[in-house]
């Protein structure tokens, strides 16, 4: 019976995904959906192991009452000496049903930063650029700074020499920026036209420009590789001297 309920529990929440799934608007929901299907099916697959194993105890003989009364006045014990594991299953809850971190995000928490390969109740798995992993324990995440939520922006500083005409900067960058979201490689992962901010700083050294374009998720870096590759070669074109 066990067996067959858990293989129901199983088949429900794989109708509860494709049924999301088909009312999906994108592929963060579509990670959201795994991510709770998974700690849905953990869940069920542990309730079903505890109430099956109550009842084989009975089946033979053995009075579950004064084991309950015992796991009740243990379970107390525990919980004391375990506050930090119950501490990591709440958050982990919590993370989950206000929707923080998807399976997928390019997240920092816990001073540790990386792309999410694992959500669980009781920790997230971070993979970093350099392939390292990190398990980061639920408990201890009181900050999520989540870079890849929705959308992103590719921030640009460029820096120019003191005396060379602003103006000019600006027109360079807005040729740079229309040309590459016309590229048919690049314009679907960029969502919006360049918004300059302007002169961000005037160092001793030069001037230094700010602009950013609003990508897709995940695609912030690379267009921000080739925005820098284009600039760069844009600039010696015009005769626009850097610091």
């Given at each position: 019976?066990?067996?067959?309920?858990?293989?129901?529990?199983?088949?429900?929440?794989?109708?509860?995904?494709?049924?999301?799934?088909?009312?999906?608007?994108?592929?963060?929901?579509?990670?959201?959906?795994?991510?709770?299907?998974n700690a849905l099916?953990?869940f069920a697959t542990?309730?079903?192991?505890?109430?099956?194993?109550?009842?084989?105890?009975?089946?033979?003989?053995?009075?579950?009452?004064?084991?309950?009364?015992?796991?009740?006045?243990?379970?107390?014990?525990?919980?004391?000496?375990?506050?930090?594991?119950?501490?990591?299953?709440?958050?982990?809850?919590?993370?989950?049903?206000?929707?923080?971190?998807?399976?997928?995000?390019?997240?920092?928490?816990?001073?540790?930063?990386?792309?999410?390969?694992?959500?669980?109740?009781?920790?997230?798995?971070?993979?970093?650029?350099?392939?390292?992993?990190?398990?980061?324990?639920?408990?201890?995440?009181?900050?999520?700074?989540?870079?890849?939520?929705?959308?992103?922006?590719?921030?640009?500083?460029?820096?120019?020499?003191?005396?060379?005409?602003?103006?000019?900067?600006?027109?360079?960058?807005?040729?740079?920026?229309?040309?590459?979201?016309?590229?048919?490689?690049?314009?679907?992962?960029?969502?919006?036209?360049?918004?300059?901010?302007?002169?961000?700083?005037?160092?001793?050294?030069?001037?230094?420009?700010?602009?950013?374009?609003?990508?897709?998720?995940?695609?912030?870096?690379?267009?921000?590789?080739?925005?820098?590759?284009?600039?760069?070669?844009?600039?010696i074109a015009r005769?626009?001297?850097?610091?």
């Amino acid at each position: 019976m066990a067996w067959a309920v858990q293989a129901l529990a199983a088949r429900l929440i794989r109708l509860f995904r494709s049924y999301m799934s088909r009312r999906s608007a994108g592929a963060d929901e579509l990670r959201r959906i795994d991510t709770v299907g998974n700690a849905l099916r953990y869940f069920a697959t542990v309730l079903v192991v505890l109430v099956a194993g109550m009842l084989v105890l009975n089946e033979l003989g053995i009075s579950i009452a004064p084991l309950l009364a015992t796991a009740g006045v243990a379970g107390i014990a525990i919980a004391f000496g375990a506050q930090s594991l119950i501490k990591d299953y709440f958050t982990g809850f919590f993370l989950l049903i206000e929707d923080q971190i998807r399976v997928g995000d390019v997240v920092e928490v816990s001073g540790r930063s990386g792309q999410v390969e694992e959500l669980t109740l009781r920790y997230v798995r971070l993979r970093d650029f350099d392939g390292h992993v990190t398990f980061v324990p639920n408990g201890e995440i009181k900050l999520v700074v989540n870079r890849t939520r929705v959308f992103a922006y590719a921030v640009i500083d460029a820096a120019v020499a003191e005396e060379q005409d602003i103006d000019q900067v600006y027109s360079v960058i807005r040729e740079v920026t229309a040309a590459l979201r016309a590229d048919p490689g690049f314009g679907a992962r960029i969502i919006e036209d360049v918004e300059i901010v302007g002169v961000e700083r005037w160092e001793l050294w030069g001037i230094v420009v700010r602009f950013r374009m609003k990508t897709v998720p995940l695609e912030q870096w690379n267009v921000k590789r080739e925005l820098l590759r284009r600039l760069k070669d844009a600039f010696i074109a015009r005769g626009i001297k850097t610091p």
